[in-house]
Structure formats: C-alpha cells, structure tokens
C-alpha cells in the first residue's frame, strides 16, 4: 500500500511594519494651501482669463442698467428662459454675485502675488552683489587675458569699467590663497534691477486699474439728451431719454445746471461729406450767470464736473395735426433718424388725442433734399434744398396703454390698420415744407411748419478717468522695463602668478543675452588700457593655476592652439 505524505503547512505571514505616519493637513493647513494656491500666478491668470469670459454675457444679453425697454421685451419674448437668466443675475452682469466675487478672488490674488515679492526685491536691492563663483569656465560666456599691469590697477580698472555710466551695482572682495589656488581679488557686479522693479510696479498699477474701474462703476453716471433747437434740459434723472449710474451715486446729489441749445451749424462739401459741426449752448450753473459756449465734435462742454459731448445730430420737423373737426390733435417738433450720409431720416408720429374717432399713427421719411419721380423718392443733399416728408398712415391703438414701454422711433401696429388709397394701396402722404395736406380716410389735416435742427448729446461723470489713464500708462512702463531691462551679472578674478597678473572674467543672465560677451569685452578693454596684455586660454587645472605659470609667450602659443577658453568669445 504506497504511502501519501502531508504537505507541511505554509508559515503564518509576518505582519506588516506600520508605515511611516503622515501628519494631518488641519484647518490651518488647508487654509494655507488655499492661500497659496490662490496667490499663485498660475491662477492669477486663470482667474483674469475667468474674468474676461464672465463679461461676455454683459455683451450679448440686454442689460437692465442701461435698457431696460430691451430687457422687458427679452423676457416678454422669452418668458421661460428669460426667467431664469433674470434670477441669476444675466441681465445686470457687471453687478451679479458672481461677477463680483470673480473680481474680488483676482484682487485677492494680486495683492497676495505683489506683497511677497515686494518684499524680496527690497532685500535683494539692499544686498551686495552674489560672490565670484570659483570656476569661470563652467559659464557660457567667460574670457581671460594676461598683462603685465599691477594687479590693483588692473582690479580698479575693471571696477571702473563696471561702476561708470553701466548700471552695475559693484562690490569687492579678498579670496585667501588655498593648496590648488593663489590668492586672488575679485569683482562682483550686477545690473537689471529695474527688471524686476517694472514687473512689480506693472501688477500694482494693474491691481490700481482694478481699483480704478470698480471705483468708477460706483461713482459715474451718464446721460443721453436729445436736444431741438431753441429747447434745453436740466441735468436730473427725468430730463434724459436714458440715464445710468453707479450703486454709488444719489440722483439728488447731481449739480443743477441746465443747458439750451440755441443753434446748430452743419457743413458739408460739395459731394455730401460732413466738414465742420458746432453747436451753440447756454450753460446757466447755479450762482452763476449764464453763459455762452459751443460745443463740438472731440470737443466736450465741461458742466457741473461732467463733459458733454456732440454725439449726433439731425433734423426735427415741426408739423401739426388736427383731427376731422378741425381740432389741434398734436403741434410739436418730431425728431427723424438719419439712415444715410444724405441725411434721409426716419421718424414716426403718434397722435393719441384723436376726439373724433382713431388713433393717428404716421410713418416715412425726411427728406431734406426731396427728390420724388413717380413711386421712388430720395434726398440729393444732406442739407435743406426742398424739404419734404414723405409719410404713410395708419388708424386703430397705438398701444400706448398697455403698460410696456415703447419706442417713440417705431409704430406698433398690431392693434392698427393701415389706412388705403382712392385706388386701394397704401395711402402715401407727401408734405413739403411750409404746405398743408389733408389726410386720408378722413382722418384730418397735417401741416408741415419748420424745420429745425436737433442734437444728441451725451453727458459722462466718471471721476475715475484719470486714475485709469494714469495706471495704464504705468502699467505700460513696467511692462517695457520688465521686457527690455537684461538683469546680468559679471564677475573679475584677479591673481598674481608667475611675475605677471591674470584677469579672468565671466557673465551670466537669467535669459538669452546677446549683450553678455560685450559686458565681458569692455571689461578686459579697460584693462587692457593699463599696457601690453595677451589672451589667455586655460588648461584643465582648476582655476588654470599651471597656466597662470607659464610665460607671456608659452602663453600666447597655449591660447593659439586651444583657443580662447572653453566657450569664450571666438
């Protein structure tokens, strides 16, 4: 019977060694972690990238500040998702939570990126210049010459060449003899602080351009006026067609001037191109007597701490409306648009006080310049030569009591009918100037008066434009010295072996500098002004002592076999 054997059991494992114990982040450390993360340039550029990508919506969507006609008919057209853009803040960006606090962690972020370096750049002014290195030839740009010079004059010399008219901050200093190497005395220079300097003082001025404009947000506002002639307006919120400002800014707190506009000048060549526009005011500024100014293109008013610019202009005709039983239905000036560069303006009239019947709306064109042939009409020249307007009519509601704001440039003709001809087309209505129509289907008469001239001014406080300027000029002059200042440094060794004075240089640069080799040359220039001096190549004992020890013309014949160095100038 064959026997079976029992396999031996297997050893029991050895526990596992404990590994080694990690210390625990905490509340503080996390906390700083945090902080530097956030003051990482990395994310400072991330969160200026951030920054540029959350104003877009402020470009795309209508913004509540300054239209908010455009934002009621958005959510009227879309009232589902106009909803939710309202809620998160989509139709006044530059004033959401999130914008905000966008620019808040980039400000952050600056000021903990500058106050740290600031710090080490003020110490790095004050210290001495970093010491000679013991071996030029590891440097790309190094060179060596011998000369017969006493080895102190040859040291001020290159001293000198360093500290006079070149920027160099220079130090020097005494190395003691060792086993391998004589005594030597050396030479520490370096320039380009100004490197550094315009680096910081680029992020200051752009953390102060950050100051700047948020400062302007809260404390500009602007206004837009559209002004006929012989007519004015006070500087209050009501008196603009449009008005924003800042979170900052009390409309009471506004200075109380008014202007009136008392003529406007257009001239124009002979092919229909602007060549001069000027406008009369009266400028009446409380305890002040009125006074006369004009106001031109790229000219501003200043008024009441603000400037007011000529922003457009255009014509105004003044017509008159009345019903069927002979009553003034509407008398005033109408403001047209120019739509060409001949001033063919667009406008629309709205008669809501009809007591006979509808309500009158009147679309068409100025022409100030008319020429009609048949079914086409036009303007030859932006200024009056026949004006005529050149109008079709509708009858029915004009919608002006539905309580959603209107354009007083376009006509609402949903609750309208547009009113027909003898023949059954579109009643045109041609009016020119100094004549009286009567209108069609009865409605009445329209009479076409004057034609005065209108300006559109635009009035902008912002006390912050200065500061904006200014830090953007700066910020503009620290980037030029960040980019265009070399930071180098240069070092001289100067021995005395063998009877005669060895004078090493050597240079380096934080980034790709052509102008080092030229740093080096004038510094053996100068010495070589001193007497007779030979180039000198070294051999690959440190420091070159066995070659300091060779004669001037083993030397020379040394040098002219190797060359001038490893990596000096050939």
């Known amino acids: 019977m064959a026997r079976t054997s029992t396999p031996a059991p297997l050893p029991a494992p050895a526990p596992a060694a404990p590994g080694p114990a990690l210390p625990r982040l905490g509340v503080r450390g996390a906390l700083r972690w945090v902080w530097r993360q956030l003051t990482s340039m990395r994310v400072a550029l991330m969160l200026l990238m951030l920054l540029a990508v959350v104003s877009v919506p402020g470009s795309m969507l209508p913004q509540r500040p300054q239209n908010p006609a455009a934002v009621a008919r958005y959510l009227r057209d879309n009232p589902d998702l106009g909803t939710w853009l309202d809620r ?73 060449s360093l500290a006079a008219g070149r920027r160099f901050r220079v130090d020097t200093d005494t190395e003691p003899a060792t086993a391998r190497t004589p005594a030597a005395r050396t030479v520490s220079a370096e320039r380009g602080y100004l490197r550094e300097t315009g680096n910081i003082v680029f992020h200051l001025a752009l953390l102060g351009l950050l100051v700047a404009v948020a400062t302007g947000q809260m404390l500009h506002y602007r206004g837009q006026a559209l002004v006929v002639e012989g007519r004015g307006f006070a500087n209050t919120p009501a008196a603009y067609d449009t008005f924003e400002a800042g979170t900052a800014v009390n409309p009471d707190s506004l200075v109380p001037f008014t202007l009136e506009l008392d003529s406007f000048t257009a001239r124009f060549d002979t092919a229909g191109k602007p060549t001069f526009f000027e406008a009369a005011v009266t400028l009446t500024e409380p305890g002040a007597a009125p006074q006369d100014h004009t106001i031109r293109v790229n000219r501003p008013l200043d008024a009441g701490g603000a400037h007011v610019y000529l922003a457009g ?50 679309v068409g064109f100025l022409l100030p310049t008319a020429v009609i042939n ?8 932006p200024q009056p030569g026949n004006p005529a307007l050149v109008l079709q009519v509708w009858r029915g509601n004009l919608g002006l009591d539905s309580g959603v704001p209107q354009n007083v440039y376009q006509l609402d003709t949903a609750g309208m009918t547009q009113v027909a001809g003898a023949d059954g087309a579109p009643a045109t209505v041609v009016v020119p100037l100094g004549e009286t129509v009567d209108l069609p289907d009865g409605l009445g008469s329209l009479s076409f008066d004057k034609l005065p001239r209108y300006v559109a001014l635009d009035l902008r406080y912002d006390p912050s434009l200065g500061w904006v300027l200014g830090f953007a000029v700066t910020a503009l002059i620290g980037l030029a010295l960040s980019l265009f200042v070399p930071r180098r440094r240069v070092w ?27 740093e080096v040359e004038q510094v053996l220039d100068a010495v070589r002004e001193l007497g007779p001096a030979e180039p000198f190549a070294p051999l ?19 040098g002219a076999a190797r060359g001038r160095g490893h990596g000096g100038r050939r």
């Open 540 to 558: 690959d004992e440190p420091n070159g002592a066995a070659s300091a020890r060779l004669s001037g013309a083993d030397a020379h014949e040394v």
């Open 88 to 160: 998160l803040g989509f139709f006044d960006v530059y004033s959401s939570v999130w914008f905000s606090a966008v620019y808040l962690l980039l400000f952050t972020s600056l000021v903990g990126c500058i106050l740290p370096r600031i710090a080490v750049h003020a110490r790095g002014w004050r210290a001495r210049p970093p010491r000679a290195p013991r071996r030029f030839e590891r440097f790309e740009v190094h060179d060596a010459l011998v000369t017969d010079a006493d080895p102190e004059a040859a040291l001020e010399a290159a001293r000198a």
């Open 313 to 362: 202009n255009g014509y105004a005709p003044q017509v008159t409306v009345r019903d069927s039983a002979g009553q003034v239905a509407f008398s005033g000036a109408v403001p047209f648009l120019p739509q060409d560069a001949s001033y063919r303006s667009r406008g629309v009239l709205k008669v809501p006080d009809v007591s006979t019947g509808d309500q009158i709306g009147l």
């Open 374 to 381: 048949g079914d086409s009409a036009y303007s030859a020249y």
């Open 492 to 518: 001289v060794r100067v021995t005395e072996e063998g009877g005669r004075t060895l004078v090493r240089t050597a240079a380096l640069a934080r980034s790709e500098d052509v102008g080092l080799v030229g």
